[in-house]
Nanobody
Framework: QAQLVESGGGLVQAGGSLRLSCAAS????????MSWIRQAPGKEREFVSS????????AYADSVKGRFTISRDNAKNTVYLQMSSLKPEDTAVYYC????????????WGQGTQVTVSS
């Protein structure tokens, strides 16, 4: 069983930056594709970004492309999401999630961290 713990959320003004972290334990971190998913109030969960096992491949939602950067440090069992030029519509609970390379759904989820962007 893997445990994922997010941190780094908070309140920031529009145009500001935040860096989220997700620390993993309990499994071999480098075996998993890692993703960030967010859920705004009253909305469904939305894919934000993912990174492959080696860190050499990334994907982003169009809404965050050019503003957010995902990265991982397999030696520290941690995945990051650097968020810049934040907008009020980025306000959400941000979750990190893990899935095996060939899995079609996420196997592990963190508890989430709140990001609030004020206008």
């Amino acid at each position: 069983q893997a445990q994922l713990v997010e941190s780094g959320g908070g309140l920031v003004q529009a145009g500001g930056s935040l860096r989220l972290s997700c620390a993993a334990s309990g499994r071999t971190f480098s075996d998993y594709v890692m993703s960030w998913i967010r859920q705004a109030p009253g909305k469904e969960r939305e894919f934000v970004s993912s990174i492959n096992r080696s860190g050499g491949g990334t994907a982003y939602a169009d809404s965050v492309k050019g503003r957010f950067t995902i990265s991982r440090d397999n030696a520290k069992n941690t995945v990051y999401l650097q968020m810049s030029s934040l907008k009020p519509e980025d306000t959400a609970v941000y979750y990190c999630a893990a899935r095996g390379h060939y899995a079609t759904s996420y196997e592990y989820w963190g508890q989430g961290t709140q990001v609030t962007v004020s206008s």
